[in-house]
Antibody, heavy 121, light 106 residues
Framework: DVQLQESGPGLVKPSQTVSLTCTVT??????????WSWIRQFPGNKLEWIGY???????TYNPSLTSRTTITRDTSKNQFFLEMNSLTAEDTATYYC?????????????WGQGTLVTVSA | QIVLTQSPALMSASPGEKVTMTCSAS?????MYWYQQKPRSSPKPWIY???NLASGVPARFSGSGSGTSYSLTISSMEAEDAATYYC?????????FGGGTKLEIK
């Protein structure tokens, strides 16, 4: 059973960098034809896709966030990561990791439970 | 990027009532996904490739549309259907989501 679990610091100061981890169980992040994504949901519930790392290691970012976002992975730990810098209060959101599913036409089929990142002094 | 506009933003329906919500795209897309989200939970895939129901989704749900206009319909509202529904496209990068339709039970 595929499961994703986010972890992160919770509270970050403005202008700082946040690092989030997504731990995946049930499948290797290097197998299959899957895109491992980061998605965030703002207070008020708007959803924004941040980027993904493909099973092959190729990375694609949302153009609106590419200048301050980095996605990486550690295949030995079956984890992938999100780093976002120059944070402001507008980055306060619940951050999800998610995976698409080819059987569902590339819909985001698996989601973590989300981790809340609050940007505040 | 393609902007998805959902309407209405908020609606309520009585048990047994037919419900329809729409998703309008700023440019033509090939297909649409829909997600259901309940409070304190992650979104769940609900409809994929415009009209296919995800596993476990009741048959009273249906999806349709093409081009820039898509819809999700519930043939007979049930209490468990109260939730927020989001549309999403990935016909072009970046994938984008609609603002959601919150459906309440009367």
């Amino acid at each position: 059973d595929v499961q994703l679990q986010e972890s992160g610091p919770g509270l970050v100061k403005p202008s700082q960098t946040v690092s989030l981890t997504c731990t995946v169980t049930g499948i290797s992040i290097t197998t299959g034809n899957y895109r491992w994504s980061w998605i965030r949901q703002f207070p008020g519930n708007k959803l924004e896709w941040i980027g993904y790392i493909y099973y092959s290691g190729t990375i694609t970012y949302n153009p609106s966030l590419t200048s301050r976002t980095t996605i990486t992975r550690d295949t030995s730990k079956n984890q992938f990561f999100l780093e976002m810098n120059s944070l402001t209060a507008e980055d306060t959101a619940t951050y999800y990791c998610a995976r698409d599913e080819v059987r569902l036409g590339r819909a985001f089929a698996y989601w973590g439970q989300g981790t809340l990142v609050t940007v505040s002094a | 990027q393609i902007v998805l506009t959902q309407s209405p933003a908020l609606m309520s329906a009585s048990p047994g009532e037919k419900v329809t919500m729409t998703c309008s795209a700023s440019s033509s897309v090939s297909y649409m996904y829909w997600y259901q989200q309940k409070p304190r939970s992650s979104p769940k895939p609900w409809i994929y490739l415009t009209s296919n129901l995800a596993s476990g989704v009741p048959a009273r749900f249906s999806g349709s549309g093409s081009g820039t206009s898509y819809s999700l319909t519930i043939s007979s509202m049930e209490a468990e259907d109260a939730a927020t529904y989001y549309c999403q496209q990935w016909s072009s990068n970046p994938p984008t989501f609609g603002g959601g339709t919150k459906l309440e039970i009367k």
